[in-house]
């Protein structure tokens, strides 16, 4: 069953890139998070995204929340992506699909992994759930539900 607007975020970790231990309930009650799956590490459409992320990460700093990019690559293959592209945000490795099962993504086109952005509020309640193979809508839907959110509180 995919995790919809209102669900609560479901307690997970996976590896960094530095092999360290990353934890959902580390940011609960503390930071909204973005959490978005991606494809795969270094193609067109998966870089472009991932660069958006990067160019806008100041403006998801300002309104507290974190940005935490997930694809089934390795932590290798996330480690050079990350140093290639210089890539400020958390990527996690899914390389058994854990995550991407635990949230529902499902696949595009029946076999291209799913490009899925979750917004969580610091409460750990999803917030937006949006799903496009368009990678630069997803950073302009996440960042006008977290201004949202911030001007209501």
Known sequence: MALQVGDKLPNFSAKDTNGNVFTSQDYIGKQPLVIYFYPKDNTPGCTAQACSF?????????????????SSDT?????KFKSK???PFILLSDNDKKLR???GVA???????????????????IILVFNNMSGKIHIEKALKVLKKTQSAS
């Open 107 to 125: 696949n595009d086109f029946l076999i291209v992994p799913g490009r899925q952005t979750f917004v969580v509020d610091q409460h750990g309640t």
């Open 101 to 103: 099962k635990l949230f």
């Open 75 to 79: 932590v290798t293959s996330h480690l």
């Open 85 to 87: 592209f210089n890539l």
């Open 54 to 70: 990067r160019d806008n990460y100041e403006a998801f700093k300002e309104l507290g929340a974190e940005v935490v990019g997930i």
